[in-house]
């Protein structure tokens, strides 16, 4: 275990272990442990986290601050509206999670986060000219950011600022 966290790092063997289920047999994918790409989960995950922050470094860097009184009810895409919804969930994964002893539930719900952010983001900008949605869409990222930064550090991994 020792030479494997020294090959390709502890982030990884703990969520390659913590993807799988008990039951579950696992094959760990060397190829796939090292590749620094959106095939690898780990990276795919962290990625996602760093990109989460820089999107809120920029906003500040561009005078635009995460007000928490922003009107959300101008988040009106479909894309939006299901990643709210999975923010949502957040609580009852960690509690399912707890209740069954499987940590790979939150591996999993992170990961489909990740997902539904990285096609958001590949379609819509959030720092925009409307000041109001850019407010609003401050607010689901500094959540998306949260929550994934939460998950991540329940699960022992790291969520990296910057890649």
């Given at each position: 275990?020792?030479?494997?966290?020294?090959?390709?790092?502890?982030?990884v063997?703990?969520?390659?272990?913590?993807?799988?289920?008990?039951?579950?047999?696992?094959?760990?994918?060397?190829?796939?442990?090292?590749?620094e790409?959106?095939?690898?989960?780990?990276?795919?995950?962290?990625?996602?986290h760093?990109?989460?922050?820089?999107?809120?470094?920029?906003?500040?860097?561009?005078?635009?601050?995460?007000?928490?009184?922003?009107?959300?009810t101008?988040?009106?895409?479909?894309?939006?509206?299901?990643?709210?919804?999975?923010?949502?969930?957040?609580?009852?994964?960690?509690?399912r999670?707890l209740?069954?002893?499987?940590?790979?539930?939150?591996?999993?719900?992170?990961?489909?986060?990740?997902?539904?952010?990285?096609?958001?983001?590949?379609?819509?900008?959030?720092?925009?000219?409307?000041?109001?949605?850019?407010?609003?869409?401050?607010?689901?990222?500094?959540?998306?950011?949260i929550?994934?930064?939460?998950?991540?550090?329940?699960?022992?991994?790291?969520?990296?600022?910057?890649?």
């Open positions: 275990l020792d030479e494997l966290i020294e090959e390709v790092g502890k982030d063997v703990r969520y390659f272990f913590i993807m799988r289920g008990i039951n579950s047999h696992l094959n760990f994918d060397m190829t796939l442990a090292k590749d790409s959106d095939a690898n989960p780990v990276y795919y995950l962290q990625y996602a760093a990109r989460l922050c820089n999107i809120l470094k920029h906003a500040e860097n561009q005078g635009h601050n995460v007000d928490e009184n922003a009107d959300l101008t988040l009106t895409l479909d894309s939006e509206i299901n990643l709210i919804k999975s923010l949502l969930e957040f609580p009852n994964i960690i509690q999670s209740s069954n002893l499987e940590p790979q539930t939150i591996a999993n719900y992170l990961h489909d986060i990740a997902s539904m952010f990285h096609k958001y983001y590949s379609k819509e900008r959030v720092v925009i000219e409307n000041s109001d949605k850019t407010a609003a869409r401050l607010v689901l990222v500094q959540a998306l950011q929550v994934l930064s939460n998950g991540l550090d329940i699960l022992g991994i790291q969520a990296p600022e910057r890649m």
